[in-house]
């Protein structure tokens, strides 16, 4: 959206000369300030170290061979926790890091869109549909499976409407039991086999799988822990991912 307060700043500047302050909150009006500070970060940091790759991406384009689909959660980044440099990862996130099924029709479908240029577009070889622990998407549902006054995690039009997707996975778990947030760390794991299932329903998925040209997997981010759990289909089981290196980071010092 264009900016229209074409005079607010200067106003807000003679404001500040008046009362001796900084121009900090001027700034952070215009533009967020710690997003400032993390891109001045960046400046003296990441950016000269890969430079020649940003231009080489610029020049050709992205070739990310993973799509992952994430939870919008902030404690969940993927490119932090797999440590991954521009244009390695084709990262789609939304509430709950959900996968609906395949339903063309009228509707705005935001991630079936991106799933569909992942796949088709960028020809990804990969797709990981990451679940983690304390998401607030499935513990919202599982409150309202449990107490159906409960609301959805914001007042709103979509939040209770996108997260039902969770329904198939919950119906498969059983009621919900207490506790309630051992229940939601269940069916946060089987909301990831439900999102598999559901990616499999789009055809071209269904037929790039069977060629071989494209692979599938689950995961799930432990959060305070920091482990990570992959799927394993065959089993249905979730097993830890790098586990000598995940205990020795836990046995590792802090650094300063
Ligand atoms: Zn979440």
């Known amino acids: 959206m264009p900016h229209c307060r074409k005079t607010a700043p200067k106003a807000h500047a003679e404001k500040h000369l008046k009362t001796n302050d900084n121009d900090e909150s001027a700034e952070d009006e215009i533009f967020p300030r710690r997003l400032t500070e993390g891109y001045e970060n ?8 890969e430079r020649e790759r940003f231009e080489t991406l610029a020049e050709k384009g992205q070739s990310p061979e993973i799509l992952l689909i994430g939870c919008c959660d902030s404690r969940v980044s993927p490119e932090l926790i797999f440590d991954a440099g521009p244009g390695e990862m084709f990262v789609l996130r939304n509430v709950a890091n959900l996968a609906p099924p395949y339903q063309p029709n009228d509707d705005y479908h935001g991630t079936s869109a991106a799933i569909e240029f992942a796949v088709m577009g960028l020809k990804v070889k990969h797709i990981v549909v990451m679940g983690h622990a304390q998401c607030g998407g499935v513990k919202a549902y599982a409150e309202m499976q449990h107490d159906p006054y409960m609301r959805p995690l914001a007042p709103g039009d979509f939040i209770g409407r996108w997260i039902k997707l969770l ?4 119906e498969k778990l059983g009621a919900p039991s207490e506790p309630l947030h051992n229940w939601a760390e269940l ?12 990616l499999r329903s789009f055809p071209y998925i269904e037929t ?7 692979k599938l997997h689950g995961a799930y981010f432990g959060v305070a822990g920091g482990e990570l759990l ?8 979730f097993r830890q991912v790098a586990a000598e290196a995940h205990k020795r980071a836990l046995g ?5």
């Open 187 to 198: 069916l946060a794991q089987e909301s990831v086999k439900q999102s598999l299932k559901n």
């Open 230 to 237: 992959a799927l394993d289909e065959k089993s249905g089981e």
């Open 208 to 214: 790039l799988e069977s060629r071989g040209r494209l």
């Open 42 to 49: 960046f400046l003296g940091g990441r950016f000269p170290r």
């Open 252 to 256: 590792a010092a802090p650094r300063f």
């Open 167 to 170: 329904s198939v996975a919950a």
